[in-house]
């Protein structure tokens, strides 16, 4: 099946290299060192690139399967260029082929000693399982800025919708980690606290039951840098205010949370 996609893929990007790197359900991710048209000035890694395609799902109609996929493509490549525009840490989009489905964006991952890509969630794996410091400065520097970003997402009316760990990258600048952000399928535009709450609980959720044991001290780190941005002379008292609104929506996604995981 996943050779048949690939074919598929193969098919729209003739003569392109590709290297198959991830496969969910709605998009195969692959790995290129071709850049579709020049080299761009903006790009840090210039050795390669991601291409993600959505295949055409042969249960859906033919003309059905092609509006989704089309629209899906347009909206995740419209929320990478607003991104980009703000300075919102985020791929930089290079090309796209709406009607086949296909996105072309920087690679912004770099690899961990233990060889894996170096997602937030691979890097806590990697310090946790290496009996590495997880309370450095380090590590509650990097849970704070991942906080600032989605601050900054959220303070633009922008919601991730799928916030997990492996979709925070962690970017290598100059030694230093610095958090981005991936997988805009599910992204939307909205200025709703509850939105925003929900993203903040996806993530809060993730970490607590990934990373247990320092996930009090990492969800804190990471509301610590989300308050700050919030707070900055930048947003004024509308920062401030969108944040009270948003943790008290947080504190009833909590609740319903909960009461969800109580009843079964
Ligand atoms: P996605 O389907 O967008 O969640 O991507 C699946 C996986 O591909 C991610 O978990 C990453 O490991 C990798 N990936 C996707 N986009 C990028 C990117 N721009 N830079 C680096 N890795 C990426």
Same mark, same amino acid.
């Given at each position: 099946m996943t050779e048949k996609i690939i074919l598929q893929a193969q098919k729209h990007l003739p003569n392109i290299d590709l290297k198959l790197i991830s496969q969910g359900a709605e998009a195969l991710v692959f790995q290129t060192k071709t850049h579709p048209y020049s080299h761009h000035p903006n790009l840090k890694n210039h050795q390669n690139f991601i291409i993600k395609f959505r295949p055409s799902k042969p249960y859906r109609h033919p003309k059905i399967d092609l509006q989704i996929n089309k629209s899906r493509t347009i909206g995740e490549a419209k929320f990478i260029y607003k991104l980009n525009k703000l300075g919102i840490e985020s791929p930089s989009l290079i090309s796209c082929d709406f009607n086949n489905g296909i996105i072309w964006m920087e690679n912004l991952g770099s690899y961990l000693p233990n060889g894996n890509i170096s997602s937030f969630k691979n890097w806590l794996w990697y310090l946790e399982k290496n009996n590495l410091d997880c309370t450095s400065d380090e590590v509650k520097d990097v849970c704070f800025k991942v906080g600032e970003l989605i601050g900054r997402l959220h303070l633009n009316e922008?919601?991730?919708?799928?916030? &997990? &760990?492996?979709?925070v990258i962690l970017t290598d600048n100059d030694g230093n980690w610095k958090p981005a952000l991936i997988d805009f399928g599910l992204s939307t535009f909205s200025g709703l606290a509850e939105d925003k709450a929900v993203d903040l609980y996806v993530l809060e959720r993730a970490i607590t039951s990934t990373h247990s044991v320092f996930a009090d001290k990492y969800n804190q780190w990471l509301l610590d840098g989300y308050e700050s941005v919030h707070s900055s002379k930048e947003f004024k008292k509308i920062g401030k205010k969108k944040y009270d609104e948003t943790i008290r929506r947080l504190e009833d996604v909590r609740l319903r949370g909960r009461k969800r995981s109580m009843l079964g």
């Open positions: 922008m919601i991730h919708g799928d916030l &997990t &760990t492996s979709n």
